[in-house]
């Protein structure tokens, strides 16, 4: 089943009807607005969005959709949340499990430090307030890869609640502005990972590995203050960006450091909101509004021809392309939350209630880890913006992609030319080469001091910008010239003789009598095509400015008749 | 299981759906539906093997209901017994792990270092599907 097309408008919260094929009664819904189609790269891809507005016909309802997230991250430590067994990705299975993590009897959790301060220093992120007490509870079910047959978590008191964050979406044309957005953050938790099940259909059995049991997780939930499956998505990649620069998680999707499940309902404006669905494995940056869309539309579908939604939890089919209930999951599960009898309450202190005479090592001050948070990446957009005088979605730009902001920053270190060309000429050369190939920062071939002295050439005037994009061109084909080596080997100097152009220059207008009329004659496009011949003529070399200038002084002052021969010919 | 057996005696009623909890008995004590029962087993697997068993369910909550009697108003709950000890804060070291033949000794069946279980969670038999016991 392929996913259907979508069309609504984000912004504005509401959903007209898309124009669904054989579906006749079905309006065509039109305002300005973000359409998905998927995700290209780290953020999702807008098509045209129609810029009129239209009345939706008579009969029409609007739907809108509410999406919450519930986004677990795994906290970068080196070992996990209860016990001393090793956090890695990859290991051979089962060889970094305690017999904690095991579950065997006789063991106890005892809490890791590094996560309580990664759980702080997020919900100071986020803007939470940190709760000085929180408490542990377990969790019941049963599962092969939970091997004690519950999870320790937090569900009556977590670390940190009310927080918010804000994230950009992009719109516009060109989805070149960016309008904020803000998602208020219900609450973080620190919890334990489970473990990782191998399904082998074959032979009818599940292989369990508990490398990954135990591990320390951050439940940051969203309230459902989204609309769409973009904004969602966006709001994923800014919490992604968030936790990278804080360090406590690499938030890292393809090694499932970064799950999202999503709370989706949809409703008509002004009515109360509709029943939910719960959509788990949402494991993939690219697919991740694309399945939200799919699962808001399929509500959108199911109501509209009269059925209902059953408050259920899905899974995202990513090969169908589409949302299937989850076997397994049959009514509503009881988790049996009781408080985890092991674990004593957890005090956090800060600089006021800091106990004296405290082993440091055993107390955490909120107001320490405060002043220790690193910059984060709202923070470093606003500098980029007010330092170098780029646009704000430049800025989003430069941190959307890993190593260009260091890549970006390289590079202007080593070169004299302007901020605003070194922006125009990452973001838009160096990045499209990049995309091109599909590429990382870090596979460039072109580093950033080849890219400073390209741009100092440019800079210098020593080349026509044309040129520069040649040079760029040879730079990435064939690793370890330099800028100037090609410039000289491929001769794409700018002439430097003024003498020698005016020179071409004349000849030019001498062999073209019919078009210096026209210019004279005041045909405006006449002189840019006089410009186009002298640049043929000087093979590319020469700064169309400065042709424009020596043409329009020659045609002013009547000069035709060149400079007095003196046998010279013009070298190209 | 005996589940039926105290359906039978219970005598749910007809085309109602009861509500799972317990209902006050003639002399106060807390009588157990059978759904109560069969949810209590799915949920924590025990088996309620026999009459008794369920008599000595219903005798434990009794106990613990005289709790109620208590005038806790104003009375912060407990926690945990623990609750006005320290939490002690680990240092981020690794000192466990690397352990996987010890650890895999317990399983049952073990492929390539990995533990092997069924494929999904193995319903229980439902309530009508059990066996028909006959009761005395």
Same mark, same amino acid.
């Given at each position: #089943?392929?996913?259907?097309?979508?069309?609504?408008?984000?912004?504005?919260?509401?959903?007209?009807?898309?124009?669904?094929?054989?579906?006749?009664?079905?309006?065509?819904?039109?305002?300005?607005?973000?359409?998905?189609?998927?995700?290209?790269?780290?953020?999702?891809?807008?098509?045209?969005?129609?810029?009129?507005?239209?009345?939706?016909?008579?009969?029409?309802?609007?739907?809108?959709?509410?999406?919450?997230?519930?986004?677990?991250?795994?906290?970068?430590?080196?070992?996990?949340?209860?016990?001393?067994?090793?956090?890695?990705?990859?290991?051979?299975?089962?060889?970094?499990?305690?017999?904690?993590?095991?579950?065997?009897?006789?063991?106890?959790?005892?809490?890791?430090?590094?996560?309580?301060? =990664?759980?702080?220093?997020?919900?100071?992120?986020?803007?939470?307030?940190?709760?000085?007490?929180?408490?542990?509870?377990?969790?019941?079910?049963?599962?092969?890869?939970?091997?004690?047959?519950?999870?320790?978590?937090?569900?009556?008191?977590?670390?940190?609640?009310?927080? /918010?964050?804000?994230?950009?979406?992009?719109?516009?044309?060109?989805?070149?502005?960016?309008?904020?957005?803000?998602?208020?953050?219900?609450?973080?938790?620190?919890?334990?990972?489970?473990?990782?099940?191998?399904?082998?259909?074959?032979?009818?059995?599940?292989?369990?590995?508990?490398?990954?049991?135990?591990?320390?997780?951050?439940?940051?939930?969203?309230?459902?203050?989204? /609309?769409?499956?973009?904004?969602?998505?966006?709001?994923?990649?800014?919490?992604?960006?968030?936790?990278?620069?804080?360090?406590?998680?690499?938030?890292?999707?393809?090694?499932?450091?970064?799950?999202?499940?999503?709370?989706?309902?949809?409703?008509?404006?002004?009515?109360?909101?509709?029943?939910?669905?719960?959509?788990?494995?949402?494991?993939?940056?690219?697919?991740?509004?694309?399945? +939200?869309?799919?699962?808001?539309?399929?509500?959108?579908?199911?109501?509209?021809?009269?059925?209902?939604?059953?408050?259920?939890?899905?899974?995202?089919?990513?090969?169908?392309?589409?949302?299937?209930? #989850?076997?397994?999951?049959?009514?509503?599960?009881?988790?049996?939350?009781?408080?985890?009898?092991?674990?004593?309450?957890?005090?956090?202190?800060?600089?006021?209630?800091?106990?004296?005479?405290?082993?440091?090592?055993?107390?955490?001050?909120?107001?320490?880890?405060?002043?220790?948070?690193?910059?984060?990446?709202?923070?470093?957009?606003?500098?980029?913006?007010?330092?170098?005088?780029?646009?704000?979605?430049?800025?989003?730009?430069?941190?959307?992609?890993?190593?260009?902001?260091?890549?970006?920053?390289?590079?202007?270190?080593?070169?004299? =030319?302007?901020?605003?060309?070194?922006?125009?000429?990452?973001?838009?050369?160096?990045?499209?080469?990049?995309?091109?190939?599909?590429?990382?920062?870090?596979?460039?071939?072109?580093?950033?001091?080849?890219?400073?002295?390209?741009?100092?050439?440019?800079?210098?005037?020593?080349?026509?910008?044309?040129?520069?994009?040649?040079?760029?061109?040879?730079?990435?084909?064939?690793?370890?010239?330099?800028?100037?080596?090609?410039?000289?080997?491929?001769?794409?100097?700018?002439?430097?003789?003024?003498?020698?152009?005016?020179?071409?220059?004349?000849?030019?207008?001498?062999?073209?009598?019919?078009?210096?009329?026209?210019?004279?004659?005041?045909?405006?496009?006449?002189?840019?095509?006089?410009?186009?011949?002298?640049?043929?003529?000087?093979?590319?070399?020469?700064?169309?400015?400065?042709?424009?200038?020596?043409?329009?002084?020659?045609?002013? /002052?009547?000069?035709?008749?060149?400079?007095?021969?003196?046998?010279?010919?013009?070298?190209? | 299981?005996?589940?039926?057996?105290?359906?039978?005696?219970?005598?749910?009623?007809?085309?109602?759906?009861?509500?799972?909890?317990?209902?006050?008995?003639?002399?106060?004590?807390?009588?157990?539906?059978?759904?109560?029962?069969?949810?209590?087993?799915?949920? =924590?697997?025990?088996?309620?093997?026999?009459?008794?068993?369920?008599?000595?369910?219903?005798?434990?909550?009794?106990?613990?209901?005289?709790?109620?009697?208590?005038?806790?108003?104003?009375?912060?709950?407990?926690?945990?017994?623990?609750?006005?000890?320290?939490?002690?804060?680990?240092?981020?070291?690794? +000192?466990?792990?690397?352990?996987?033949?010890?650890?895999?000794?317990?399983?049952?069946?073990?492929?390539?270092?990995?533990?092997?279980?069924?494929?999904?969670?193995?319903?229980?038999?439902?309530?009508?599907?059990?066996?028909?016991?006959?009761? /005395?």
């Amino acid at each position: #089943m392929a996913a259907p097309m979508l069309r609504w408008c984000c912004p504005v919260r509401r959903w007209a009807l898309a124009c669904i094929d054989g579906g006749s009664r079905y309006g065509r819904g039109a305002a300005t607005g973000c359409t998905s189609s998927g995700k290209r790269g780290q953020s999702s891809v807008a098509q045209q969005p129609r810029i009129t507005a239209q009345k939706p016909r008579k009969g029409e309802h609007e739907w809108a959709a509410v999406v919450g997230l519930e986004i677990h991250a795994q906290i970068s430590s080196n070992s996990k949340l209860f016990s001393g067994s090793q956090v890695h990705f990859t290991a051979p299975p089962n060889s970094l499990v305690s017999f904690f993590d095991a579950s065997l009897p006789g063991t106890l959790p005892v809490l890791n430090r590094r996560c309580v301060e =990664a759980a702080v220093m997020t919900g100071l992120a986020l803007n939470c307030r940190i709760n000085k007490k929180s408490l542990f509870d377990r969790k019941h079910y049963f599962y092969a890869d939970l091997p004690a047959g519950y999870q320790i978590t937090q569900q009556r008191l977590p670390i940190a609640v009310n927080g /918010s964050m804000v994230y950009g979406v992009c719109v516009g044309k060109k989805r070149s502005q960016v309008i904020n957005k803000t998602v208020r953050v219900k609450q973080i938790q620190l919890e334990q990972d489970s473990g990782k099940s191998l399904h082998d259909d074959l032979r009818s059995q599940t292989l369990i590995d508990l490398n990954r049991a135990g591990v320390g997780l951050l439940e940051v939930v969203l309230e459902p203050d989204m /609309s769409c499956g973009e904004e969602a998505a966006t709001a994923v990649r800014e919490l992604q960006l968030i936790l990278q620069a804080l360090g406590t998680s690499q938030a890292n999707m393809a090694e499932g450091q970064l799950r999202v499940d999503a709370n989706i309902s949809v409703h008509h404006p002004g009515e109360p909101l509709g029943i939910r669905t719960e959509v788990k494995n949402l494991n993939s940056a690219r697919f991740l509004a694309k399945a +939200i869309d799919y699962e808001i539309q399929r509500q959108i579908n199911e109501l509209e021809n009269g059925g209902e939604i059953l408050n259920e939890t899905r899974s995202f089919d990513y090969k169908l392309g589409c949302t299937v209930p #989850m076997r397994d999951k049959e009514g509503k599960q009881d988790y049996r939350f009781m408080p985890e009898p092991n674990l004593p309450p957890l005090l956090l202190y800060d600089a006021e209630s800091l106990p004296t005479a405290a082993d440091l090592q055993q107390v955490i001050n909120i107001d320490q880890i405060r002043e220790q948070l690193p910059e984060l990446p709202s923070v470093t957009r606003e500098k980029l913006v007010q330092r170098y005088g780029m646009l704000p979605e430049h800025s989003f730009a430069l941190l959307n992609e890993v190593g260009l902001l260091e890549f970006f920053q390289n590079v202007i270190k080593e070169t004299r =030319a302007e901020p605003k060309k070194v922006t125009s000429w990452v973001l838009n050369t160096f990045l499209g080469f990049l995309k091109q190939q599909n590429l990382a920062v870090s596979e460039s071939p072109v580093t950033p001091s080849a890219l400073a002295e390209l741009l100092n050439l440019l800079d210098r005037k020593a080349i026509s910008s044309s040129a520069a994009k040649q040079v760029f061109e040879e730079l990435w084909r064939s690793k370890g010239k330099t800028p100037a080596q090609i410039v000289s080997e491929k001769k794409l100097e700018l002439m430097q003789d003024q003498e020698a152009l005016e020179q071409l220059c004349h000849a030019v207008m001498e062999g073209h009598p019919q078009v210096v009329t026209d210019v004279k004659k005041g045909n405006p496009r006449a002189i840019n095509k006089l410009i186009g011949l002298v640049r043929k003529a000087t093979l590319s070399r020469a700064d169309p400015t400065v042709i424009k200038e020596i043409l329009e002084k020659k045609l002013s /002052s009547g000069d035709v008749s060149g400079p007095s021969a003196r046998g010279r010919t013009v070298q190209p | 299981m005996w589940a039926r057996a105290v359906w039978l005696a219970f005598r749910a009623p007809a085309g109602g759906r009861r509500g799972l909890t317990a209902k006050a008995g003639p002399q106060g004590s807390v009588r157990i539906t059978a759904e109560m029962i069969e949810h209590l087993e799915r949920l =924590a697997l025990v088996d309620f093997g026999s009459q008794e068993a369920v008599a000595r369910l219903e005798k434990a909550i009794a106990f613990a209901d005289r709790l109620r009697a208590v005038d806790t108003d104003g009375v912060e709950p407990m926690e945990s017994v623990l609750e006005d000890r320290c939490l002690y804060l680990r240092s981020d070291n690794v +000192i466990e792990g690397n352990c996987a033949e010890e650890v895999l000794q317990n399983s049952h069946r073990v492929v390539e270092e990995y533990f092997v279980a069924p494929p999904g969670n193995i319903s229980l038999p439902k309530l009508d599907e059990q066996e028909r016991f006959s009761h /005395s």
